[in-house]
């Protein structure tokens, strides 16, 4: 049975697609059987950062029964499987995050892992993934404003039963993380440090994930760095 992880933090902008897109791949180049879906409705691009184009039916179609999650699935990057979601508005305006629940429990039977990546604010798209993973992984930048709402994702995490395992810092200059500041602000302990570096935009462009694009980037190494540590596995 597989492992179910929601990558989540309240505020947008923060790498929750970017870390979900690489680590995914990580694990996947790493040999494991991997699904990435897009948790997010509202806003999905997941399928952007792994070069998939959801030209048929997508997550939102699952959701709403009109199709299988074989039919939605695509094949990324380096073997990994990609369940992405749709842009049109309508699609968004008809899906319910409440019926993700079966779609997963689908995935666990055919998966290793399973990544959920998840929409920001504190909605239904956050709190579904929240209740259904295993293990909860938070995403945040340093910054102040940035720590308070991963903060609050995590807060309702345990209020929910969660299993939180941490968070990953992103977008971390040389200056930064100011360890004492993160840990005043987020109650949790920090898992991997994922640098700024400008392979991640580069990498966005070819829509290629930096993991594959560039192996020998900063945030390459932090990606593969955050995998260790929640699988135990290189
Ligand atoms: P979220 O899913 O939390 O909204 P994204 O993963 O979409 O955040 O990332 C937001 C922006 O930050 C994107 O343009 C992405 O390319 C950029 N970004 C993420 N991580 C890094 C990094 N380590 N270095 C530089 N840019 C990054
Ligand atoms: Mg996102």
């Not at 899906?95 to 055919?110: D, S, W």
């Not at 929409?119 to 798209?125: C, E, N, Q, V």
């Amino acid at each position: 049975m597989a492992r179910v992880y929601a990558i989540a933090s309240a505020k947008g902008g923060v790498g929750k697609t970017t870390t979900t897109a690489n680590l995914g791949t990580v694990l996947s180049m790493a040999g494991q059987d991997v699904v990435v879906v897009d948790g997010d409705l509202g806003m999905p691009n997941l399928a952007g950062a792994l070069g998939v184009d959801p030209d048929g039916e997508t997550l939102h179609d699952v959701l709403t029964g009109e199709t299988t999650v074989e039919s939605a699935t695509y094949e990324g990057p380096e073997g990994l499987s990609v369940l992405p979601g749709s842009t049109a508005l309508e699609a968004f305006a008809s899906a319910n995050a409440k019926e993700l629940h079966p779609v997963i429990e689908e995935l666990k039977e055919r998966y290793d892992i399973v990544l959920v990546d998840t929409g920001a604010g504190l909605s239904d798209d956050t709190f579904v993934p929240l209740k259904l993973a295993d293990e909860v992984l938070l995403v945040s930048t340093t910054e102040r404003e940035a720590l308070g709402d991963t903060e609050k994702t995590r807060q309702l995490g345990e209020r929910i039963g969660a299993d939180v395992v941490g968070v990953v810092l992103t977008r971390v200059n040389q200056s930064n993380p100011n360890a004492d500041e993160v840990a005043s602000l987020l109650d949790t302990g920090v898992i991997a440090v994922v640098p700024e570096d400008s392979a991640i935009r580069e990498a966005l462009s070819t829509q290629v994930p930096v993991v594959a694009r560039a192996p020998k980037s900063i945030a390459a190494a932090g990606y593969r760095a955050l995998a260790e540590a929640l699988t135990g596995n290189p």
